[in-house]
């Protein structure tokens, strides 16, 4: 099984910066495509940012050139780098690792809150 543990979360000033992990228990995380999604009160949770087990990557039209996402293998960790944050990015943020292709399974962190404020 796989866990995902969040971190990087806060309170930060429109224009400013955080990154976001998602570290993962288990040897085959490598093998997983991992996903961000993101949840603001009273919205649907909407894919943030995704990278393939190859490393191909793709981004919601709202985050693209902001956001990159990335990760790294043999620290079992995919990052999330937001820039020139804004108010609007306030949400709780998710990771997400789909096996399903291969029998791995779908697994979620717990999420972590970002706040950007205006």
């Known amino acids: 099984q796989v866990q995902l543990v969040e971190s990087g979360g806060g309170l930060v000033q429109a224009g400013g910066s955080l990154r976001l992990s998602c570290a993962a228990s288990?040897?085959?995380?490598?093998?997983?495509?991992v996903y961000w999604y993101r949840q603001a009160p009273g919205k649907q949770r909407e894919l943030v940012a995704l990278?393939?087990?190859?490393?191909?990557?793709d981004y919601a039209s709202s985050v693209k050139g902001r956001f990159t996402i990335s990760r790294d293998n043999a620290k079992n960790t995919v990052y999330l780098q937001m820039n020139s944050l804004k108010p609007e990015d306030t949400a709780v943020y998710y990771c997400?690792?789909?096996?399903?292709?291969?029998?791995?399974?779908?697994?979620w962190g717990q999420g972590t809150q970002v706040t950007v404020s205006s």
């Open positions: 990278i393939t087990r190859g490393g191909s990557t």
């Open positions: 288990g040897s085959a995380f490598r093998l997983y495509a």
């Open positions: 997400n690792a789909d096996g399903r292709s291969w029998q791995g399974g779908n697994h």
